[in-house]
Nanobody, 125 residues
Framework: QVQPVESGGGLVQAGGSLRLSCTASGRTFSSYNMGWFRQAPGKEREFVAA????????YYGDSVKGGFTISRDNAKNTVYLQMDSLKPEDTAVYYC??????????????????WGQGTQVTVSS
């Protein structure tokens, strides 16, 4: 069983930055392909970014390309989401998730088996 735990959310003004962190238990963390999703009130969960186990390949949702950066530090069992130039429409609960074994990457939430509890990001105008 893997349990991701997110942190780093908060309130920020438009144009500002935040860095989210996701730690996950397990000695095999470095083998997990990971993803970030977000869900705004009244909307469906949306793919944000994904990263392969080695960190060598990254993928982004169209709405965050150019503004967000996903990275990982396997020595610290942590995945990061650096969010720059934030906009009010980035306001959402952000979730970290572990991709099902055998898949290289996915933007579909049902391909992810383990989810964190989420961290709230609020961007004021």
């Amino acid at each position: 069983q893997v349990q991701p735990v997110e942190s780093g959310g908060g309130l920020v003004q438009a144009g500002g930055s935040l860095r989210l962190s996701c730690t996950a238990s397990g000695r095999t963390f470095s083998s997990y392909n990971m993803g970030w999703f977000r869900q705004a009130p009244g909307k469906e969960r949306e793919f944000v970014a994904a990263i392969r186990w080695s960190g060598g390949r990254t993928y982004y949702g169209d709405s965050v390309k150019g503004g967000f950066t996903i990275s990982r530090d396997n020595a610290k069992n942590t995945v990061y989401l650096q969010m720059d130039s934030l906009k009010p429409e980035d306001t959402a609960v952000y979730y970290c998730a572990v991709l099902r074994a055998g898949l290289a990457w996915s933007s579909r939430e049902y391909d992810y088996d383990y989810w964190g509890q989420g961290t709230q990001v609020t961007v004021s105008s």
